[in-house]
């Protein structure tokens, strides 16, 4: 909005030809997003306590510390989240870009499947809200139309092909396959940072460090001059998907102040969903999916621990960890939440380090 507002006037006054350029565009919808976290945050927590008198409903199976340490918190703070993201997106990204739109309505979309998540455990008073089968196929549908806006709108060379890290001016010819690759990505990191959610602070940390990587990658890929030179494919308008990213970093920081433990909301469903699906939008766009699995590494081997937990479980009737996803396990070994959550800070930062280091290695 304030692009459309302030750029047109460029020509008669000159310190508006500023907001032509992404990276300022970047830092002020960065501030935006955590400006309105900040001053949105602590009426719409207390909204939210007045609303959910006993707070989130907590998992009986899960760390039997948790029933008393986080009963009374709030969820739904990802409201909090997608509300900052939204109004930085909107005020500070050239809103004629089909990519900010669809990667925009994608991350709502699935956000509002968290949101219906949120809202049944909380009326059940149950840890289990929609069903899993139906929360999965509401998130294929979102994402599948996700998937096709982005290959529809995407330069035909790039719009069905899969970028390999590591090796330059080449793409795998996905054909049909890139719309079932396209939800699998989006489903899955959306899931994955689901799963991730299980501590105070300890998902929205990565998130946002997996945010703040993605935006220098779709700032570097949406550049003529820098992609080519990093040898990545160009996409054209990708770049303005930093200035989401952007507004992203000051949503997850601004949310943080209040979920740092001891937390004042959990982000629930609401919050988690829609940050993976996101991330995995914008790693569609940018042909950086396969990256994503190294920057979001920590997401991947918090969801892996639950698949191999399953699976011994059902194959051996034997468990590899004390609990899953992998934080528990930790936690049942007797380390302090804190540590856990710092300890996985800096893996997360290691890993976005090295996913990183995939765009000047090829």
Known sequence: MLYHLFFPLADEISI???FRYITLRTGGATV????????VGPALIRWLKSKQAEGQPIREDGPQSHLITKKGTPTMGGVLILLALGIATLLWADLTNEYVWAVLLVTLGF???GFVDDYKKLTKRSSDG???RVKLVLQFIIGGGGAI???AISEPHLSQGLAIPFVKDFLVPLGWFFL???IIVMVGASNAVNLTDGLDGLAIMPALIAAACFALIAYVAGNF????YLQIHFVRGGGELAIFCGALVGAGLGFLWFNAPPAMVFMGDTGSLAIGGALGAVSV???HELVLAIIGGLFVLETASVIVQVASFKMTGKRIFRMAPLHHHFEQKGWAESTIVIRFWIIALILALAGLSTLKIR
Do not use: D, R
């Open 16 to 18: 508006f030809n500023l």
């Open 32 to 39: 935006t997003a955590l400006f309105v976290s900040f001053v």
């Open 111 to 113: 956000g509002a499947i």
């Open 130 to 132: 929609l069903p899993g």
């Open 149 to 151: 806006w982005i290959s």
């Open 180 to 182: 079932p690759w396209a």
């Open 225 to 228: 001059v820098f992609s080519g």
């Open 285 to 287: 766009v940018t042909k």
